[in-house]
C-alpha cells in the first residue's frame, strides 16, 4: 500500500499531539494526549488493513518519507517500507503499553461557532510565536467577537487581536496556545458549555477537540 501526502502529513500533525498511536483498521486515524485534552480523528484516502499499534510515531515517520513512491506492508509483527531491493522493517508495539484514543467522537454542543481561515491560524500562530504568548483567547462581549494572543496574568504582555465576528452572547473561551496543534487549512470552529474548542477541516475529513482553561466563561458553565 502507498501512503498519500495528505495522510503522511495527518500522521507528522498526530505526532505532535502523541508519539503513540494505535491504528485501527479501515480509513479512520485517531489520536489523543497524554494529558486528555487533545483528541483528533482524521478520515484518509487509504483503508488500513489491520490493527497495529506504534510507540514512537517519530520515529517511523522517517522511514515512511526518506524514499519517494515507497509500498508499505502490514504484516503480523511489523510493518515493512519497501522501494525497490531496499527495505525498512519496523515492529508494532504492544497496544497495552500506549495511550490510545477512543473509537468514537466527542457529541459537540453549539454553543457560538465561527469560522477560521488558512490565513486566520497562519496568524495566530505567528503572532503567538512573535510576542511569546502562552494563551489563546476567543471572548464576545455582546457585541464583537475578538480572539487574541496573549498574557491574561500579566496585563502589559505583548499581544495580538483580532476581530472576528459578531454575538450578542458574552464569553471568554481560553486555550493553551501549546494546545493548538492543527492541520494547516481553514476549519468551522465551535465553542462548547462542555469547556472545549471544537474544529472541523473545509473538507470535513480532520476534527478536532481542544480542551480549553478551567477559568474559561461558557454560558451557564463558569470558572
Do not use: C, H
Not at 83 to 88: E, T
Not at 112 to 125: E, G, H, R, S, V
Amino acid at each position: 500500500m502507498k501512503l498519500s501526502k495528505g495522510t503522511l502529513d495527518t500522521l507528522k500533525n498526530f505526532a505532535t499531539i502523541n508519539t503513540n498511536i494505535l491504528i485501527r483498521e479501515g480509513s479512520t486515524l485517531s489520536t489523543i494526549s497524554t494529558g486528555k485534552n487533545i483528541f483528533a480523528r482524521a478520515t484518509v484516502t487509504e483503508s488500513f488493513p489491520r490493527e497495529f499499534a506504534i510507540y514512537d510515531l517519530n520515529g517511523l515517520l522517517p522511514l515512511l518519507t526518506l524514499m519517494e513512491d515507497t509500498d508499505v506492508d502490514f504484516g503480523d509483527e511489523s510493518l515493512k517500507v519497501t522501494k525497490g531491493s531496499s527495505v525498512f522493517e519496523y515492529f508494532y508495539a504492544d497496544p497495552n503499553i500506549i495511550v490510545s484514543a477512543p473509537d468514537k467522537s466527542i457529541e459537540v454542543d453549539n454553543f457560538f461557532q465561527f469560522d477560521l481561515t488558512k490565513d486566520d491560524i497562519d496568524m495566530i500562530m505567528k503572532a503567538a510565536a512573535i510576542t511569546a504568548a502562552p494563551m489563546l483567547s476567543v471572548v464576545g462581549d455582546g457585541n464583537e467577537v475578538v480572539m487574541q494572543v496573549g498574557d491574561p496574568s500579566t496585563p502589559k504582555s505583548n499581544s495580538f487581536r483580532q476581530v472576528i465576528g459578531t454575538t450578542d452572547k458574552k464569553f471568554d473561551a481560553k486555550l493553551a496556545v501549546e494546545n493548538f496543534k492543527v492541520i494547516p487549512g481553514s476549519y468551522s470552529v465551535i465553542l462548547s458549555e462542555k469547556k472545549f474548542m471544537f474544529l472541523e477541516s473545509s473538507k470535513g475529513d480532520t476534527k478536532y477537540w481542544l480542551a480549553l482553561e478551567r477559568s474559561s466563561v461558557i454560558g451557564d458553565n463558569n470558572g
